[in-house]
């Protein structure tokens, strides 16, 4: 009887062992690219903020998925031209970035006016 309970014993440890590793893997797998994908987020949004320095804009929504950008800014000003923000990132992740992005241009009033009249 006691060869019968080891034996059953040591099948339910290594169903449970099997059982671990089916699931941990595939979680191992997907915080792994969550990770890897958060980095190279946070590598874009570095370089666009780069971008826009000097600029009258800042980046409101920011958003990369695998070679897409897509990003909103909010400002007043000249917009840095384009192409530099391309070249930049095609030279750091070394593959082409398509870019997505929507500028909101904004006015600023003052009242009553400065002059006090």
């Known amino acids: 009887m006691d060869k ?47 971008w826009l320095s000097g600029s009258g804009y800042e980046i409101t929504t920011f958003d990369l998925r695998k070679q897409n950008l897509t990003f909103h800014i909010i400002g007043t000003g000249e917009i840095p031209d384009l192409e530099y923000l391309h070249l930049a990132l095609d030279e750091h992740f070394k593959k082409p970035i398509a870019i997505e992005m929507r500028a909101i241009p904004i006015n600023i009033l003052h009242y009553p006016s400065d002059t006090g009249q």
């Open 4 to 50: 019968s309970r080891s034996k059953k014993r040591k099948q339910a440890f290594t169903i449970a062992v099997i059982c671990v590793a089916l699931i941990s893997v595939p979680l191992f797998i997907s915080g792994y690219e969550t990770l890897e994908q958060a980095y190279y987020s946070k590598e874009a949004q570095d370089i666009t903020k780069n």
